[in-house]
């Protein structure tokens, strides 16, 4: 069992440039998110989705598109990336939204540096 | 809106000292409160949770119970280990994703 699986693990952009980071989840959990984490400000949300075909905008979702085609991927795009976009990417999936208390799985992160 | 405050550290204790990581937090409604706990280089692993006012999270020797009436999940351990040597994460969540505190980085001396 994989669980949530990031790819890649570490990428550096030229500031303008355009990716996609990876997220896939083998739980069939309906529930995918995608956060970021900078020094002092703890993880912050940039977007999630309740379902495929559904996506909504977290805390922080300028300068990120997102996409949930099947249950089991969800791709974070910058389609121009800048320096401030430099942090750790992480994704997390959850059966029950944290409801029920099974909390979130979350991926190994991916490690973004814009120049 | 959601927000958790957690006291941000770093803590450093000695090995097997009591260990006690504060966090308050807003919300709307009746959150789920989880503690995570990340290791150098590595995600988030699911520490402990608790679903409803007065329920107790328990794992590894860490304990939480969820205080409605102080709006607390408090995380405590008996005797830390240098092994706990980490970030550990307080967060909360309505539905619509998990809110975060700062986060608090224990360093375990031996």
């Given at each position: 069992?994989?669980?949530?699986?990031?790819?890649?693990?570490?990428?550096?952009?030229?500031?303008?440039?355009?990716?996609?980071?990876?997220?896939?989840?083998?739980?069939?959990?309906?529930?995918?998110?995608?956060y970021?984490?900078?020094?002092?400000?703890g993880l912050?949300?940039?977007?999630?989705?309740?379902?495929?075909?559904?996506?909504?905008?977290?805390?922080?979702?300028?300068?990120?598109?997102?996409?949930?085609?099947?249950?089991?991927?969800?791709?974070?795009?910058?389609?121009?990336?800048?320096?401030?976009?430099?942090?750790?990417?992480?994704?997390?999936?959850?059966?029950?939204?944290g409801?029920?208390?099974?909390g979130y799985?979350?991926?190994?992160?991916?490690?973004?540096?814009?120049? | 809106?959601n927000?958790v405050?957690q006291?941000?550290?770093?803590?450093?204790?000695?090995?097997?000292?009591?260990?006690?990581?504060?966090c308050?937090y807003?919300?709307?409604?009746?959150p789920s409160l989880f503690w995570y706990?990340?290791?150098?280089?590595?995600?988030l692993?699911l520490?402990?949770k608790?679903?409803?006012?007065?329920?107790?999270?328990?794992?590894?020797?860490?304990?939480?119970?969820?205080?409605?009436?102080?709006?607390?999940f408090?995380?405590?351990?008996?005797?830390?280990?240098?092994?706990?040597?980490?970030?550990y994460f307080c967060a909360l969540s309505?539905?619509?994703g998990l809110t975060f505190g700062?986060g608090?980085?224990?360093?375990?001396?031996?």
């Open positions: 069992n994989a669980g949530v699986t990031q790819t890649p693990k570490f990428q550096v952009l030229k500031t303008g440039q355009s990716m996609t980071l990876q997220c896939a989840q083998d739980m069939n959990h309906e529930y995918m998110s995608w970021r984490q900078d020094p002092g400000m912050r949300l940039i977007h999630y989705s309740v379902g495929a075909g559904i996506t909504d905008q977290g805390e922080v979702p300028n300068g990120y598109n997102v996409s949930r085609s099947t249950t089991e991927d969800f791709p974070l795009r910058l389609l121009s990336a800048a320096p401030s976009q430099t942090s750790v990417y992480f994704c997390a999936s959850s059966p029950d939204r409801r029920g208390g099974y799985t979350f991926g190994s992160g991916t490690r973004l540096t814009v120049v | 809106g927000s405050t006291m941000e550290g770093p803590v450093t204790l000695s090995e097997e000292a009591f260990l006690t990581i504060n308050t807003t919300a709307t409604g009746y706990v990340q290791y150098p280089g590595e995600g692993q520490l402990l608790a679903t409803k006012a007065d329920d107790k999270g328990s794992n590894k020797g860490f304990e939480a119970t969820y205080r409605k009436e102080t709006t607390s408090h995380l405590e351990k008996g005797s830390v280990q240098v092994s706990d040597s980490a970030v309505n539905g619509d700062k608090t980085h224990l360093i375990i001396q031996p």
